[in-house]
């Protein structure tokens, strides 16, 4: 399992999410905070979900984000696993 790491642009150490809210299904607010405390910058921030990478197995209709274009997905899924590993998704749509 892996766990994102939010660093400090200042001073590079570890950030840590002091408190966060869902303000959409696809949108979070986060308040965060560096964990330096000589440094002690904190920041808001925002994750939001853009893009379908690939299918859910479990489909919820409410939920309608538009498909990655290939380059999109392709270049998530090299940044997890460098591999030759084919896109199913490429391999559907060239069907």
Request: proline fraction near 5%.
């Amino acid at each position: 399992m892996s766990t994102y790491k939010l660093v400090c642009p200042h001073c590079h150490s570890r950030m840590r999410i002091r408190t966060s809210e869902g303000t959409h299904i696809f949108l979070r607010i986060a308040y965060l905070q560096c964990c330096n405390e000589a440094c002690g910058w904190s920041v808001r921030a925002e994750f939001e979900m853009t893009h379908e990478l690939s299918p859910s197995g479990m489909a919820n209709p409410a939920v309608q984000l538009p498909l990655a274009d290939r380059a999109l997905r392709r270049a998530a899924m090299m940044s997890a696993t460098p591999t030759s590993q084919l896109d199913l998704l490429d391999s559907l749509m060239e069907a």
